[in-house]
């Protein structure tokens, strides 16, 4: 018996896996599938559309290398977040952003450890929810005055280093950039304001308006880190921060 996703086809000659593609990128265009909606499994999906497990997951596999889906290990197959706002995004170290300004440099480390993925960071990373991330906690000066709280999640598959190296010396995205260099990027802009232990590293008022940049970076298929960024309000301006490129080097 033909289920009604596969049956409209059966007269066209159509690949399967192309048809169950389609079927779910017409979901995910559709909005009926928003990010982080769990798709049918292979199973589910062969079942439905009367074809193989492999086919399936040939359908699957395709849509993950097109970036519609992110597939975890242990918790299934989710629509993705939509695709990063510029793959030519250049990211700019913030120390050589403060040299060049003439002032100085320097980087407070306050934590670099091994921690253990929530299953949201888990979907994020696309590993396993019993696997490991590397964390670093650093506050960024300039000329002695806090402009950037950077707390960052590192996968160690991209970064296996990431924990020996010292941060005062070399901030984790130039260690990143020449561990894994940036091929996407994607970045998120709030203003918030912040709990009290980030306004004591930044030196200031918990209700002070601060810029938050959520920032994820990608080496072809993977993605290498998840850094929340956070500079006070009047100590900060985005405009020297990014730079947009015809393609991407």
Not at 6 to 28: G, L
Not at 193 to 215: F, G, M, S
């Amino acid at each position: 018996m033909l289920f009604f996703p596969y049956a409209k086809y059966k007269s066209m000659s159509i690949p399967r896996f192309s048809i169950i593609k389609e079927h779910i990128e017409s979901q995910i265009a559709g909005g009926h599938w928003p990010p982080g909606t769990r798709v049918p499994s292979e199973n589910q999906l062969g079942q439905t559309f009367n074809v193989s497990r492999m086919t399936a997951r040939r359908a699957l596999h395709e849509l993950f290398q097109d970036g519609l889906v992110t597939r975890t290990q242990g918790l299934g197959t989710f629509v993705a977040d939509a695709k990063p706002t510029s793959s030519m995004l250049e990211i700019r170290n913030i120390a050589d952003e403060i040299t060049e300004r003439g002032h100085e440099y320097h980087c407070e480390v306050y934590s670099v450890d091994v921690c253990k993925p929530n299953r949201e960071l888990a979907r994020t990373f696309q590993i396993e929810y019993k696997s490991e991330l590397f964390h670093s906690v650093l506050v960024h000066h300039e000329s002695g005055v806090p402009v950037q709280y950077e707390d960052r999640y590192v996968n160690p598959l991209f970064a296996p280093d990431y924990l020996e190296q010292d941060f005062t010396l070399l901030t984790p995205n130039a260690y990143l950039m020449r561990s894994a260099p940036l091929t996407e990027a994607d970045h998120l802009v709030e203003a918030v304001c912040v709990n009290q232990e980030i306004a004591r590293h930044l030196k200031i008022k918990v209700l002070d308006p601060c810029l938050k940049l959520t920032r994820k970076t990608w080496y072809k298929q993977g993605i290498v880190s998840l850094a929340y960024l956070i500079h006070p309000g009047d100590r900060y301006s985005l405009g020297n921060h990014l730079i947009f490129k015809t393609q991407i080097q």
